[in-house]
């Protein structure tokens, strides 16, 4: 019988404690109600082509992230691929934070039809908007740009 060897699945999909490797841990993911409802009344927001981010410096050494996709964007089975196609743009991107900083991406419709390669550039521009204006509060940020 010829066939593949067992367990040989893709570096990305190997599972490790039923987990996908890279997956968030549960310590950098918001989980409960009450911290989305603090990052959306007491953060600051960051605008967007595809998603408008929310940010909330905390206290603790680690960033954390939540995603909002609401029944207005689609089905069940659109707003999982949303919420994957974010997930795996935020996986990216994680390395251009380095706050500590509470964040909600709140994505627009239009990123159903977007590139992933705009996703991620968006998602890694936000996160560095995010960290200038966590690091330097009150003022301009070193790489913002007048248009």
Do not use: C
Request: charged share 25%; hydrophobic share 35%; aromatic share 6%.
């Amino acid at each position: 019988m010829s066939g593949p060897p067992p367990n040989t699945q893709s570096p990305g999909r190997q599972k490790a404690a039923g987990k996908p490797a890279g997956a968030f841990s549960r310590a950098a993911r918001l989980l409960k109600h009450a911290d989305f409802e603090r990052v959306y009344e007491k953060g600051q927001r960051h605008f967007a082509r595809h998603m408008t981010v929310f940010f909330l410096p905390r206290e603790s050494s680690q960033a954390r992230i939540g995603f909002t996709v609401g029944r207005v964007l689609g089905g069940a089975v659109e707003r999982n691929r949303i919420k994957r196609r974010l997930r795996e743009a935020v996986r990216l991107q994680w390395g251009r934070l380095s706050s500590a900083v509470d964040i909600v991406v709140n994505p627009k419709k239009s990123v159903l039809q977007a590139n992933f390669a705009d996703i991620g550039q968006e998602l890694g521009r936000a996160f560095e908007v995010i960290d200038g204006k966590v690091r330097n509060p009150g003022g301009t940020s070193a790489t913002r740009k007048r248009v």
